[in-house]
């Protein structure tokens, strides 16, 4: 319990100087993992609250999350697969995500495809990240009609407290399809509890 009361000031500490000027949005998000499920709560400083729920469902990581923003809810479902490429760092993987609820219409629920690339070591209980990625999207108005959206720069790192407690820090930077023209930066504080 005296470490999961550490762990807490300590992410505490850390969302603080995260919560800065220079972001667009900042999060903090908390996850509870077992074997077979993970649920998550996210609280990101524009006021809405995420919940999610996820799985392994026929060999792919599938997520439903929830997204409460006042009275509006929306919801999405994404699965995806990542793997690790060889002996080396690097790592990839692609999602497809699909979007619906209070804040879509018949014609502007999205299905989103998303690869991405990404290298990661571990130091000891450190593993910094940086990742990128890129997305295809379209409506359910028309499925096939398939547009290049956007892309993100990704860097963080997360560090094990314990065996079972990891806290994590995101910084995601939005770019255009060409990946220039930087947009929205945003800055997610997590801790995950293994169980």
């Not at 807490?8 to 603080?16: E, F, I």
């Not at 026929?58 to 060889?86: E, I, P, Q």
């Amino acid at each position: 319990m005296k470490k999961t009361l550490i762990t807490a000031a300590l992410v505490a500490m850390l969302g603080t100087s995260v919560m800065a000027d220079d972001f667009d949005n900042t999060a903090m998000k908390m996850t509870a993992v077992t074997d077979n499920y993970s649920i998550s709560v996210k609280s990101p400083k524009t006021g809405a609250t995420e919940f999610a729920i996820g799985s392994e469902v026929a060999s792919l990581d599938t997520t439903v999350t929830w997204k409460r923003n006042g009275d509006v809810d929306d919801y999405s479902v994404k699965a995806g697969k990542s793997m690790d490429l060889g002996l080396t760092p690097l790592y990839a993987g692609a999602s497809a995500k699909f979007s619906f609820g209070d804040s879509f219409t018949s014609d502007t629920r999205t299905m989103d495809l998303s690869p991405y690339v990404g290298v990661a070591h571990a130091m000891g209980k450190l593993t910094p990240f940086a990742e990128v990625g890129y997305a295809w999207q379209s409506t359910q108005k028309d499925i096939l009609d398939i547009d290049r959206d956007s892309s993100y720069v990704e860097v963080g790192a997360s560090y094990a407290l314990s065996e079972r407690v990891s806290a994590k820090v995101v910084i995601t930077e939005a770019r255009d399809v060409d990946f220039g023209n930087p947009g929205d930066r945003n800055a997610e504080v997590g801790l995950t509890f293994k169980f």
